[in-house]
């Protein structure tokens, strides 16, 4: 029999341990029929070899592609969410107010005209990506005899069964004429239909989006118990409807530049709107801007909310540092790092956990 066993280095010192086991195992193998080659690794049982030394003072340590300087002024943080449905999951509900004032025929037929800019962003080949619904109201709904729903069913159940004529309604819908106030208050009429048909509205996972249409400045100055009110204290009052205030948007349609005509004034003066567009995450459009690239906007900002994790908002993330795991697999691709959200290509299964790591500034 043959037994190869490990060389023992120069100069080194086998332990009596070491001895001991080596004899053992040539005894146990001494009646054995066969030519064995064994290679035995005790290496436990040697001394300790020497570890070659080298300096890590000078060698920057880096994580998540920060150095450690850049790490100093950072602070490292994650979150987590679990999805709760797949494709079709959370409801959107589209709250369109259009200003029914003398110089908003025009626009009125625009915005018809263009609608399909905005619904072919989420309802492909006949089916949708989401629920939504959509409610269309003007801005006197303010006042008690004008605070109602333009009769149409315009859900997205009605479109996936007849598109053709869930477009025709909506086109009907938004022409809600140039008779009405010129003293235009979209945010006092939204929030008029809100207290007046609770039950149109969904529940607190459900995404609320206002699109508002005026070529006028905005004039809800008091709140529906009569109260003065600022637009940051108009947001708040919208947002305090959901848990999330992420699940509340504004999307103004709006005149920006300020000008003056006989019988009014365009604009957003006091640039009121934007404020409220920024406060909720949205976007103001320019009403005098074509409207078809305005809706397909719209629209496709809508698809992402629905796919998005927000992040914390009060965080000024390092976007390069963001990191993505579900159910514990770091995934590579799939998904992109908006301003404190993540936006996913497609939703992942039910009931998996989805983990985001990043570095924040302190």
Known sequence: MTYN???????????????????????LLQNSFLSINLVLLLTSC??????????????????????????????FAEEKFIQTAT????????????????????????????????????????????????????TEA?????????????????AESDL???????????????????????????????????????????????????????????????NDITIAQWA?????????????KFYPIVAIEEVQYSQHTEGDIGNRYLELAQLTGGIRSNIHEPFDAILENIGNTIKDLVYDHSLNKNRKIAGETVKVYINGVEQKTGWEYTTNAIKMDSPPAAGSEVRVTYWYEK
Not at 5 to 27: C, Q, R
Not at 46 to 75: C, H, K, S, V, W
Not at 119 to 132: A, C, M, R
Not at 166 to 186: I, M, Q, T, Y
């Open 236 to 248: 708040q009052k919208f947002q305090n409807l959901k848990s999330d205030p992420a699940n509340t």
């Open 5 to 27: 066993l490990p060389p023992t280095p120069a100069g080194s010192k086998i332990s009596s341990s070491y001895k001991a086991g080596e004899k053992m195992l040539k005894k």
């Open 46 to 75: 040697r001394p300790p070899q020497e570890a070659t030394e080298f300096n890590t003072t000078d060698m920057p340590i880096y994580i998540d592609g920060l150095d450690q300087d850049q790490r100093e002024n950072l602070n």
């Open 142 to 158: 303010y006042r008690n005899d004008k605070d109602k729903w333009e009769d149409y069913d315009l859900t997205s159940y009605a």
């Open 164 to 226: 053709t004529l869930f477009k025709e309604n909506f086109k009907k819908a938004v022409k809600v004429g140039d008779g009405g106030s010129g003293d235009e208050r979209c945010l006092e009429s939204a929030f008029t239909m809100v207290e007046n048909d609770p039950n149109w509205f969904g529940g607190d996972e459900t995404l609320s989006v206002y699109i508002l249409v005026s070529d006028e400045p905005e004039q809800s100055f008091k709140d529906t118990n009569n």
């Open 87 to 138: 494709t079709k999951s959370q409801e959107v509900e589209i709250i369109w107010v259009i200003d029914n004032s003398g110089s908003m025929e025009n626009n009125q037929t625009k915005l018809a005209e263009s609608f399909d800019s905005f619904i072919d962003t989420f309802l492909v080949n006949g089916k949708s990506d989401f629920p939504f619904k959509m409610g269309v109201t003007t």
